[in-house]
């Protein structure tokens, strides 16, 4: 069967490997969709999470799917059951971010699925192309939860690729009516319109002025700064980090979802003045469910912009990688 791998920095390739040999712990799903991740283009970069390894690193960590065969001892799921995939963490072991399976591929092993959290039913309405959805929506959900923000309280999300798309439709879903975006492209600020929020070119206005029109001001030592409680960093852009620090308000808060590899130069003389709050955000909720359960009460089918079948992997990987104007790029594998 065909699995995408990372052979080395910037070398991916759809190869042929075996088919799946599990045991009586384990469970086969037959994928659907699996979504490609920002991530995903930081590992073909660096020829893996953290760079070469001595195996090709398998990708994909968005799926859903079709239960395709089960161990003896697996008793939360049958065959024929819709699923998404938990992409799993240390304890669990990881799917498609440095384990040996990934989600790119027909047929992807689910190893100690009897352990239970790792398969999780779709509803019956809920296309599971949009099901794949549910891993980027729980990364934006849990910058949500990190930000820990308060009823009326007020929201600029930062970078509107899925993950802040993700992280606006969830602040939507809670309540939350006064949520700007921000980002370069028209394309994913219509998306973020669409989810119901205020949107802004990150070049072509004055964000910080808009910010500050939309959420009001606040005093500081130097100056009134825009009164927005909570930033969301899902741009992977540095130079956001230092301007929200710089032209936040007073007790402002942040949360960082987006990757950033390389240092990043902030004023601890302003993080210290305005007593401002950073935090990381890294992975997902405690309940992976509650992104299954947003899906199926909200309809996020137009963030998915681009479909492609694996054996076009590549050219998937183009759209997303040569222009960043898209939604999510998703890769079709089984009906």
Same mark, same amino acid.
């Given at each position: 069967? &065909?699995?995408?791998?990372?052979? #080395?920095?910037? +070398?991916?390739?759809?190869?042929? !490997? %075996? =088919?799946?040999?599990? @045991?009586? *712990?384990?469970?086969?799903?037959?994928?659907?969709?699996?979504?490609?991740?920002?991530?995903?283009?930081?590992?073909?970069?660096?020829?893996?999470?953290?760079?070469?390894?001595?195996?090709?690193?398998? &990708?994909?960590?968005?799926?859903? #799917?079709?239960? +395709?065969?089960?161990?003896?001892? !697996? %008793? =939360?799921?049958?065959? @024929?059951? *819709?699923?998404?995939?938990?992409?799993?963490?240390?304890?669990?072991?990881?799917?498609?971010?440095?384990?040996?399976?990934?989600?790119?591929?027909?047929?992807?092993?689910?190893?100690?699925?009897?352990?239970?959290?790792?398969?999780?039913?779709?509803?019956? +309405?809920?296309?599971?192309?949009?099901? %794949?959805?549910?891993?980027?929506?729980?990364?934006?959900?849990?910058?949500?939860?990190?930000?820990?923000?308060?009823?009326?309280?007020?929201?600029?999300?930062?970078?509107?690729?899925?993950?802040?798309?993700?992280?606006?439709?969830?602040?939507?879903?809670?309540?939350?009516?006064?949520?700007?975006?921000?980002?370069?492209?028209?394309?994913?600020?219509?998306?973020?319109?669409?989810?119901?929020?205020?949107?802004?070119?990150?070049?072509?206005?004055?964000?910080?002025?808009?910010?500050?029109?939309?959420?009001?001001?606040?005093?500081?030592?130097?100056?009134?700064?825009?009164?927005?409680?909570?930033?969301?960093?899902?741009?992977?852009?540095?130079?956001?980090?230092?301007?929200?620090?710089?032209?936040?308000?007073?007790?402002?808060?942040?949360?960082?979802?987006?990757?950033?590899?390389?240092?990043?130069?902030?004023?601890?003389?302003?993080?210290?003045?305005?007593?401002?709050?950073?935090?990381?955000?890294?992975?997902?909720?405690?309940?992976?469910?509650?992104?299954?359960?947003?899906?199926?009460?909200?309809?996020?089918?137009?963030?998915?912009?681009?479909?492609?079948?694996?054996?076009?992997?590549?050219?998937?990987?183009?759209?997303?990688?040569?222009?960043?104007?898209?939604?999510?790029?998703?890769?079709?594998?089984?009906?």
């Amino acid at each position: 069967m &065909l699995q995408v791998r990372v052979h #080395g920095p910037g +070398d991916v390739r759809v190869d042929e !490997v %075996a =088919t799946p040999d599990p @045991g009586s *712990r384990d469970a086969v799903v037959r994928v659907a969709a699996c979504g490609i991740c920002g991530s995903d283009l930081s590992y073909i970069k660096r020829g893996g999470v953290f760079g070469p390894g001595r195996d090709p690193m398998c &990708l994909g960590h968005e799926m859903a #799917g079709v239960v +395709d065969w089960v161990g003896a001892d !697996v %008793a =939360t799921v049958g065959v @024929g059951d *819709r699923v998404v995939v938990h992409p799993g963490n240390d304890e669990l072991g990881r799917i498609g971010s440095g384990g040996v399976e990934g989600g790119l591929t027909p047929l992807l092993l689910v190893r100690e699925a009897a352990r239970g959290g790792r398969l999780f039913p779709v509803p019956h +309405d809920l296309p599971l192309e949009v099901a %794949a959805l549910a891993e980027p929506l729980a990364v934006g959900m849990h910058a949500v939860d990190q930000a820990q923000v308060e009823p009326g309280e007020s929201v600029a999300v930062f970078g509107c690729g899925p993950i802040g798309l993700a992280a606006i439709a969830t602040l939507v879903d809670r309540g939350h009516e006064n949520v700007v975006a921000v980002d370069m492209s028209r394309t994913r600020l219509e998306l973020a319109r669409g989810l119901g929020a205020h949107a802004f070119h990150a070049t072509e206005d004055d964000v910080w002025s808009e910010l500050a029109r939309a959420h009001g001001t606040k005093p500081s030592l130097l100056g009134p700064t825009p009164a927005t409680n909570v930033f969301i960093e899902a741009s992977g852009a540095p130079a956001v980090i230092k301007d929200v620090l710089d032209r936040g308000p007073v007790g402002g808060r942040m949360v960082v979802v987006a990757l950033h590899y390389g240092a990043v130069p902030i004023s601890f003389i302003m993080l210290l003045m305005k007593e401002f709050t950073i935090r990381g955000a890294m992975e997902y909720p405690s309940r992976f469910e509650n992104a299954i359960e947003l899906l199926a009460r909200q309809d996020l089918s137009r963030v998915i912009t681009h479909r492609f079948p694996l054996d076009q992997f590549d050219t998937a990987l183009a759209v997303l990688d040569d222009s960043k104007d898209c939604g999510k790029v998703l890769v079709t594998i089984d009906g």
